[in-house]
């Protein structure tokens, strides 16, 4: 298999499962059925099938941030000390521990090592994740913040070729 090829081969109907389970995941399956042109026992071992090939990760409810308190959203450069498989995974594993964080991308093509994106509640909150938390992470040598002004684009959804 290369990189970019799905682990499973995918028909019209697979893709069309997937475009319309990205925009409603709450569908029932009956409905999901009439959606894509399919009877519903085909279609739910379809749906079946993507998810234990790990297609469909899970399903979930999106939340709008700014209605459950979360007014700050944080893209944050972290660079490490040293480039061993020892000290990131230690990293990894710490940042795993904090509900904050979304997405955590080890990246190339800057002086940092992750770029994190980060929701909190507050400049309070900001002040206690960066210093009481993030920053007393063994191996953290620098943090570059950029606050996030305004969403343009805010998709979930992939393409499906």
């Given at each position: ?22 925009k409603d995941s ?91 994106k980060v929701v ?23 943090v570059h913040s ?16």
């Amino acid at each position: 298999m290369k990189n970019g090829e799905p682990k499973m081969p995918l028909d019209r109907y697979d893709r069309r499962i997937l475009e319309a389970l990205q925009k409603d995941s709450s569908l029932s399956n009956q409905r999901l059925a009439e959606k894509i042109g399919l009877s519903p026992s085909p279609c739910l071992r379809r749906v079946q099938a993507l998810e234990e090939a790990g297609i469909i990760r899970k399903q979930v409810a999106l939340l709008q941030p700014e209605k459950i308190g979360l007014e700050l959203m944080v893209l944050m450069h972290i660079s490490m000390d040293r480039h061993t498989p020892e000290r990131f995974e230690h990293f990894e594993a710490e940042i795993k521990k904090s509900d904050e964080v979304l997405e955590c991308h080890l990246i190339t093509g800057h002086d940092a090592d992750y770029q994190l994106k980060v929701v909190l509640r507050d400049m309070a909150h900001f002040q206690d994740f960066l210093l009481n938390r993030l920053t007393r992470i063994e191996g953290v040598t620098g943090v570059h913040s950029s606050f996030v002004l305004r969403k343009m684009i805010d998709k979930t959804e992939f393409p499906v070729y």
